[in-house]
């Protein structure tokens, strides 16, 4: 089975400081791709890393960073330096190659207060 | 690059009725991939189309269908439609097609009520 899951529905950091996002897969392919979308109140999602499973290198993209363990299939996301920008719901997702199917968990909302 | 585009954005159907919605991808993006997004079940994968072909899809019911033209843009058809139809529907597209990361763009959304 291919499940993804964020057992964090609801997350609030104050503003500057930092939060990581906890998430959790399971699938039996080796080969996979793994990310974190962002959905800010316009409902528009946007992608905010990426990370390939062959590479043992932790994805970074300036604030963001994430922590990929993969025997223990854990891919956790961290915000640095909150921003109020930041507040959203944040998904985390697996696909694979050639392929347009994501798989999504179902979400942590993320308040960023002043 | 203009970015993924939907229409209408906004939706209100009664009960029976069918719907089309309409996605224009990203300009060179061949797959388009659509999602279905409510409350109570999240985010959940419809169907993906490349070069005018469903590669893969979800577990939904017939009413759902899709189709590719070949200019990529796509359109998905739901029929008899049902009040657990409401949700915001995503369209997202990607290169995806000879290999390698898969990253989607999406697009704003059509948000369908039905009543």
């Known amino acids: 089975a291919q499940t993804v899951t964020q057992s964090q529905p609801e997350m609030s950091v104050q503003e500057a400081e930092t939060v990581t996002l906890s998430c959790t897969y399971d699938?039996?392919?080796?080969?996979?791709?793994l990310f974190w979308y962002k959905q800010p109140p316009s409902r528009q999602m946007i992608l905010v890393i990426r990370q390939e499973a062959y590479k043992q290198q932790n994805a970074t993209e300036n604030r963001f960073s994430v922590n990929f363990q993969k025997a223990a299939k854990s891919f956790s996301l961290k915000i640095s330096d909150s921003q109020l920008g930041d507040t959203a719901m944040y998904f985390c997702a697996l696909g694979y190659n050639q392929g347009g199917k994501l798989i999504f968990g179902q979400g942590t909302e993320l308040s960023v207060k002043p | 690059k203009a970015g993924v585009t939907q229409t209408p954005r906004y939706l209100i159907k009664t009960r029976g009725q069918q719907v089309t919605l309409s996605c224009s991808p990203i300009s060179g993006h061949r797959s388009v991939s659509w999602y279905q997004q409510t409350p109570g079940q999240g985010l959940q994968f419809l169907f993906e189309y490349f070069s005018e072909t469903q590669r893969n899809k979800g577990n939904f019911p017939g009413r759902f269908s899709g189709r590719q033209f070949s200019n990529s843009r796509s359109e998905m058809n739901v029929s008899t439609l049902e009040l657990g139809d409401s949700a915001l529907y995503l369209c997202?597209?990607?290169?995806?097609?000879?290999?390698?990361?898969?990253?989607?763009?999406f697009g704003p959304g059509t948000r369908l009520t039905v009543l």
């Open positions: 699938t039996s392919e080796s080969n996979y791709y």
């Open positions: 997202a597209s990607s290169l995806a097609g000879t290999g390698g990361i898969n990253e989607q763009f």
